[in-house]
């Protein structure tokens, strides 16, 4: 599903091609060829599964028993699932709330590197690092330390004499504290900004200070205006992965989805009810609604970028 | 992204390569956390026709258990030891924790990957006993030797014809009580043969007011279910009928979730976001565990565990009112089965080792009680000189309650391990005040009824 945002990407710049010289025909068999083992990892371990959970969402499979045919039952009691409601809704939370706020300090970090800051490459990797990290099990389990009743958080309000709580324990907090994480790992999208960045002709900005703007003028009316295709990029990417995020809630939460389904992802909701109540015929159909919603939400995407994005070819 | 604009470092392409690349990195980083959760090992392993089996040829199998870290260390001594004993039988050791032993075990045998002795629990017995994973351990008895297994509780792995789980050992569900954290509030063990709810709230809250800032006088009960079958025994009802019907009324347990809101009001137990940050925790973590708290609600094999935690002297002690209403509630349950897959590529490996688990006093000596009070009872006889005296103590106390249980309970429906997940939410809505115990006695019945097809 993650391949959707690159496909468009690529269709994108495909686009701008008019005519196939033979160099261009030479380039495409060698990116067949190094394209090879991608197709085949594409068609083994991505299309041969989504074929057999569309196959099994239409089926009662307790993982434990070969599955039987009962047709669209499983999408019938979706309709009247009041968990499954609060899962989208608890994701859609997480995704509108945490991927906003993870570009902005994406942005706002890649503008700083963007100084031509002595030891680059040194800061890059420092702030990549949350990214590398971010979706691991170390890093959810640390969090459930930072955030409990007697972690660093609660001892440096303590400090303030402020008495904290056990925010990842509390449903009211829960999910704030796994979005914040989700905003930590900004380092993907900065590096891709700072690329953007360095892509921007550096006459538009002289042409701008003889005319007398401002640092704020000239990042509104040139920065901003050329890195949309970026912006829109980072946007495609990061709102697909946050949608399908999981891990930090199966860690943070032990599983559960807690407290009180407050931290109840979709995708754990749908792994719950999976491996949990062996109902993997209702987690396939689950599985299917998940790629229906990130698909109408790409198109969606794709869409609206025709109003804000810029393409200064 | 143009050919024509010039750009301050490199060119286009390069600049264009870099963000292609970048993209197809982080895509494809997507790719694999997406792959790593969600694509289950699907390649079925083709079973590999035995003609003739060689005893002394060697084999490999897998035990699957679940536990605490001192029940890790414990079975890998004792697979050593039984290694040693069979040099051609390896054995693969599998364990988690109890809330990711059944999403594992549902995967691995979906995959075809099952252990080949599986650890079993009664709540989930059934449902795997009739979908065909396990084999019917009657046809191995001339491997496993059932002569001294107790009848009674060998009949709670048995159904629809067959034996399909052997019970580890006994069990009954008590308090757990932290000596040291009473003695610091200058509270008195309460007599446990008489006390009733009223008493425990009352003593879990004198503890709360008198001990040092921090501790607490108990520990929260409602994410279990077999201490609301207990409270529901004492009122003469049931949580489940035999015909696997819901045995008991809304009213009992709003009741026991009002007992228990009580307790948090009156500060006995910690605030809802503390209590559901130590129940995650487990038995170590427990307030008892880490002494903060007077008293828990845990199995009498998981004495060994929370004792070592804690370093002081823990107690067991009756649920209140066991004297207060119509009937006493507590009952032995088998703490856990050993099963086998039945699609075992080596069952007589795999019933060798099931046998020295069970009837093998070697095997006894390291487990002690840790898997319950040994169901063989030889076997029992054996070892309990050796018990240490936290072994001794919840033998003990298992052989003061056997005059008092009146009977066993009956086998949980199909599909009463989704139980354990229903009644963890539904009593974190009520902790945190989202659910009247009105309504969250209401929807626990409803959620429970569809959950077994009732």
Not at chain 1, 86 to 91: A, D, G, M, Y
Not at chain 1, 255 to 274: A, E, K
Request: with cysteine; charged share 20%; hydrophobic share 45%.
């Amino acid at each position: 599903m993650s391949a959707l945002g690159e496909l468009a990407t690529i269709r994108k710049s495909k686009g701008v091609k008019a005519t196939k010289s033979p160099a261009e025909r030479g380039d495409n068999k060698a990116a067949i060829f190094f394209l090879a083992p991608w197709f085949v990892g594409l068609f083994l371990i991505t299309a041969g599964p989504m074929i057999a959970s569309l196959y099994l969402s239409f089926t009662d499979y307790s993982l434990l028993q070969p599955p039987s045919w009962i047709g669209i039952e499983n999408y019938a009691r979706m309709l009247e699932d009041v968990r499954l409601h609060n899962s989208l809704k608890v994701t859609a939370t997480y995704v509108f709330v945490s991927v906003p706020l993870q570009l902005a300090a994406a942005l706002a970090l890649a503008l700083f590197l963007d100084r031509g800051l002595r030891g680059l490459a040194l800061y890059r990797s420092v702030y990549y690092l949350p990214s590398l990290l971010g979706g691991s099990v170390a890093i959810a389990i640390l969090w459930r330390q930072i955030f409990g009743t007697s972690g660093l958080i609660n001892q440096v309000l303590g400090f303030f004499g402020i008495q904290g709580q056990g925010w990842v324990s509390h449903p009211d907090y829960a999910l704030g504290t796994l979005m914040i994480l989700n905003v930590w790992t900004f380092g993907a999208p900065m590096i891709i900004f700072l690329a953007g960045l360095r892509q921007i002709p550096e006459m538009y900005y002289e042409a701008a200070q003889i005319d007398g703007a401002g640092r704020l003028r000239q990042f509104a009316s040139i920065t901003l205006p050329l890195l949309t295709p970026i912006i829109f990029f980072n946007l495609v990417l990061q709102l697909i992965g946050a949608f399908q995020s999981f891990t930090q809630a199966f860690v943070v939460s032990g599983g559960t989805g807690g407290p009180v389904d407050s931290t109840m992802f979709y995708t754990l909701y749908l792994y719950q009810r999976g491996f949990t109540n062996l109902d993997m015929g209702y987690a396939s159909a689950m599985a299917w609604l998940l790629v229906v919603i990130i698909a109408a939400l790409t198109a969606v995407n794709f869409l609206l970028s025709k109003y804000w994005v810029f393409y200064n070819d | 992204m143009s050919h024509h604009t010039r750009t301050r470092t490199g060119g286009a392409r390069g600049t264009r390569g870099l963000l292609r690349s970048a993209a197809v990195v982080v895509a494809a980083g997507l790719a694999l956390t997406a792959c790593a959760q969600e694509a289950p090992d699907n390649s079925p392993e083709a079973p590999e026709a035995e003609e003739s089996v060689d005893p002394d040829a060697p084999v490999t199998i897998k035990f699957s258990w679940w536990g605490s870290d001192t029940r890790h260390e414990l079975t890998q001594q004792v697979l050593d030891n039984f290694m040693e004993k069979h040099p051609n039988i390896t054995v693969v050791s599998d364990f988690t924790d109890w809330n990711g032993y059944w999403d594992k075990l549902a995967t691995t045998v979906a995959a075809s990957d099952a252990p080949d002795v599986i650890t079993q629990e009664e709540r989930y017995l059934r449902d795997y006993a009739t979908r065909g994973v396990l084999a019917d351990i009657t046809e191995y008895s001339d491997i496993i030797d059932l002569e001294n297994m107790d009848e009674s509780i060998l009949a709670s792995g048995e159904m629809e014809g067959g034996q399909y789980g052997l019970p580890t050992g006994v069990n009954a569900y008590a308090i757990l009580a932290n000596t040291s954290v009473f003695e610091q509030a200058g509270v008195e063990l309460p007599d446990d043969e008489t006390w009733t709810w009223d008493d425990y709230v009352d003593v879990a809250t004198e503890i709360s007011e008198k001990a040092p800032e921090g501790m607490y006088g108990t520990q929260d009960y409602g994410f279990n279910e077999p201490g609301f079958a207990i409270f529901a025994r004492q009122r003469g009802e049931a949580l489940y009928n035999e015909d696997g019907s819901l045995g008991f009324s809304e009213e009992t347990l709003a009741e026991w979730w009002e007992i228990s809101l009580q307790l948090r009001d009156q500060g006995a137990t910690p605030p809802a976001a503390e209590t559901v940050e130590v129940d995650a925790g487990g038995p170590e973590q427990s307030l008892v565990g880490t002494n903060r708290g007077g008293m828990a609600f845990f199995w009498t094999n998981q004495l060994g565990a929370v004792t070592n935690a804690s370093g002081q002297d823990i107690q067991l002690l009756r649920h209140p009112g066991e004297s207060e209403h119509e009937r006493t509630g507590m009952y032995f349950k088998p703490a856990m089965f050993y099963s086998m897959s039945a699609n075992s590529e080596h069952p007589e490996a795999a019933a060798t080792l099931i046998d020295y688990l069970l009837n093998d006093p070697e095997a006894a000596e390291v487990m002690l009680s840790d898997r319950g009070l040994p169901a063989n009872t030889e076997v029992r006889a054996a070892v309990i000189d050796q018990f240490s005296d936290v072994d001794k103590q919840a033998a003990d106390f298992l052989s003061d309650l056997e005059d008092e249980i009146v009977d066993g309970l009956p086998v949980p429906p199909v599909g009463a391990g989704e139980v354990a997940e229903i009644i963890r939410r539904i009593n974190a809505e009520v902790l945190f005040d989202r659910l009247s115990p009105e309504d969250a006695a209401a929807q626990f019945v409803q959620e429970v009824e569809a959950a077994t097809g009732q």
